[in-house]
């Protein structure tokens, strides 16, 4: 089992301009997420999907897009990136999320800098 | 507020004990600790959760202090590799878990 994927892992954008970032994960989990990280500080939800076919805002949403393309992968999409989103990008699944005991798998990052 | 306290960083030397602490005074009834690391340019990973007792797994034991207000992470021989930061989480239902700054360990050989 591979995990979590994520693709790419590096990428330097300019101002304006667009990308994807993809996730997939091959552990059968029904819930998925969009974190970011700055640097030195904890984790921040972006976006999350319950289920395949549900999406919903998290804690910084705004800039962002998301889709759950099918139950293994989950797309977030900045449609007209800003310097302020240069972060690390993590990718997250769990089995059944919401759960008060649910464990979230990650993957291992995608590192995005907007000049 | 889902808010943990942690301490910004600890030290540890190589194959000793080291003991994380985490305070979680406002918890609820319901509220079960999760505890994650991040090693250094990775995901984080999971390494425990716990409602009221005491748990033990093969990376870590957690200790929960009886009225619940505080937790342990106890990692018993620290070894280079346990060099991560460490998150202590109160996760209160929902798909929204909060991550703060964490705990920045060193283990020093």
């Known amino acids: 089992n591979a995990g979590v994927t994520q693709t790419p892992k590096f990428q330097v954008l300019k101002t304006g301009q667009s990308m994807t970032l993809q996730c997939a994960q091959d552990?059968?989990?029904?819930?998925m997420y969009w974190y970011r990280q700055d640097p030195g500080m904890g984790l921040r939800l972006i976006y999350y999907?319950?289920?395949?076919?549900?999406?919903d805002k998290g804690e910084v949403p705004n800039g962002y897009n998301v889709s759950r393309l099918n139950k293994r992968e989950f797309s977030l999409r900045l449609e007209s990136a800003a310097p302020s989103q240069t972060s690390v990008y993590f990718c997250?699944?769990?089995?059944?999320?919401?759960?008060?005991?649910?464990?979230?798998?990650f993957g291992p990052g995608t590192r995005l800098t907007v000049l | 507020d889902a808010k943990t306290t942690q301490p910004n960083s600890m030290e540890s030397n190589e194959e000793e004990p080291v003991h994380l602490p985490c305070n979680h005074s406002?918890?609820?009834?319901?509220?079960?600790i999760h505890w994650y690391r991040q090693l250094p340019s990775q995901g984080p990973e999971y390494v425990i959760h716990g409602l009221t007792s005491n748990v033990n797994n093969r990376m870590a034991s957690l200790a929960i202090a009886e009225d619940r207000k505080s937790s342990t992470l106890i990692l018993h021989r620290a070894t280079l590799r346990d060099a991560a930061v460490y998150y202590c989480i109160r996760k209160t239902g929902g798909f929204k878990t909060i991550f703060g700054a964490g705990t920045r360990l060193f283990v020093k050989a």
């Open positions: 406002t918890i609820s009834g319901t509220d079960y």
């Open positions: 552990m059968n989990h029904n819930s």
């Open positions: 999907s319950a289920s395949e076919g549900t999406t």
């Open positions: 997250a699944s769990s089995e059944v999320g919401g759960l008060l005991y649910d464990e979230q798998f």
